[in-house]
T-cell receptor, first 114, second 110 residues
Framework: DAGVTQSPTHLIKTRGQQVTLRCSPK?????VSWYQQALGQGPQFIFQ???????QRGNFPDRFSGHQFPNYSSELNVNALLLGDSALYLC?????????????FGSGTRLTVV | GQNIDQPTEMTATEGAIVQINCTYQ??????LFWYQQHAGEAPTFLSY????GLEEKGRFSSFLSRSKGYSYLLLKELQMKDSASYLC???????????FGGGTRLMVKP
């Protein structure tokens, strides 16, 4: 049973460009959350999608947007990239009937903005 | 706010016991999670405490005191493979958005 899969694994972009990251949730999970993790820091919550709607949002600017598809997969889009957007972007999926340990994280996409 | 604090780094010896503390402001969290993260890898679930007290799971145990805003992760019989970052996180809101601490980097030495 595949867990959470993210693509691409690594990405290099130039300042000002736009990027799209993709996530396929674990089988049976319908909720997808995105986190940004800077080097040496804990993950920071970006937003969560459930039933194709943004349900919760963290303290990130509107340059960060997302989408969830009917098959529960999700995309994270970042516009007008800044050097400070360089980070590991983690996707986590969970079932809507949450229980302890419901989150499963993907291995992340390492984004470098130059 | 929902600040979560944990030590930045800890060092321990193989075979020993180490306790990693986590303190947080007490409003809103639906319990507390602990995750392990090896360098370059995804965080993996270790424990979830929703009630006060100690929960033991093999070599790892986790404790929670909701009134004190305090948790710890106890690792026994340390192995070299336990060298990793340990993240505590509080779930918040209907969707259980996780607020993470900065992580504690544990180095296990022979």
């Amino acid at each position: 049973d595949a867990g959470v899969t993210q693509s691409p694994t690594h990405l290099i972009k130039t300042r000002g460009q736009q990027v799209t990251l993709r996530c396929s949730p674990k089988s049976g999970h319908d909720t997808v959350s995105w986190y940004q993790q800077a080097l040496g820091q804990g993950p920071q919550f970006i937003f969560q999608y459930y039933e194709e709607e943004e349900r919760q949002r963290g303290n990130f600017p509107d340059r960060f947007s997302g989408h969830q598809f009917p098959n529960y997969s999700s995309e994270l889009n970042v516009n007008a990239l800044l050097l400070g957007d360089s980070a590991l972007y983690l996707c986590a999926s969970s079932p809507s009937d949450r229980g302890s340990g419901g989150y499963t994280f993907g291995s992340g996409t390492r984004l470098t903005v130059v | 706010g929902q600040n979560i604090d944990q030590p930045t780094e800890m060092t321990a010896t193989e075979g020993a016991i180490v306790q990693i503390n986590c303190t947080y402001q007490t409003s809103g969290f639906n319990g507390l999670f602990w995750y392990q993260q090896h360098a370059g890898e995804a965080p993996t679930f270790l424990s979830y405490n929703v009630l006060d007290g100690l929960e033991e799971k093999g070599r790892f145990s986790s404790f929670l005191s909701r009134s004190k805003g305090y948790s710890y992760l106890l690792l026994k019989e340390l192995q070299m493979k336990d060298s990793a970052s340990y993240l505590c996180a509080g779930p918040l809101g209907a969707g259980n958005m996780l607020t993470f601490g900065g992580g504690t980097r544990l180095m296990v030495k022979p």
